[in-house]
């Protein structure tokens, strides 16, 4: 199971920290992707980490923006959101591979999370 949170309304240039906590599988098996959903678009990855070794991917169109961590004694992954753009605005959600290697394909995830709006006002 899944719980995303943190998001919220925020002007641009903003910051938010959404929170995506695991419980119900091995943490540190998985892949932990953040994807992001806006009005009448198609749901696109953002990040992700791989839980047994750290490493992270970043999509360009939010790199030196947005950092992905993990609290890996916590079972909770992060998503840091800085300089936040309207263009940001959308759901986020969170979601679980059992594949081991950072990807944002979203048939590579089985478990999601509900989501978060965040909304950045102009």
Avoid: H
Wanted: proline content about 2%; overall charge negative; aromatic content about 10%.
């Amino acid at each position: 199971q899944l719980q995303a949170s943190g998001g919220g309304l925020v002007q641009a240039g903003g910051s938010l920290r959404l929170s995506c906590a695991a419980s119900g599988f091995t943490f540190d098996d998985y892949v932990i992707g953040w994807f992001r959903q806006a009005p009448g678009k198609e749901r696109e990855g953002v990040s992700c980490i791989d839980n047994s070794d750290g490493s992270t991917y970043t999509a360009d169109l939010v790199k030196g923006r947005f950092t992905i961590s993990s609290d890996n004694a916590k079972n909770t992954v992060y998503l840091q959101m800085n300089s936040l753009k309207p263009e940001d605005t959308a759901v986020y959600y969170c979601a679980a591979s059992i594949y081991g290697v950072l990807t944002l394909v979203r048939a590579d995830f089985g478990s999601w999370g509900q989501g978060t709006l965040v909304t950045v006002s102009s």
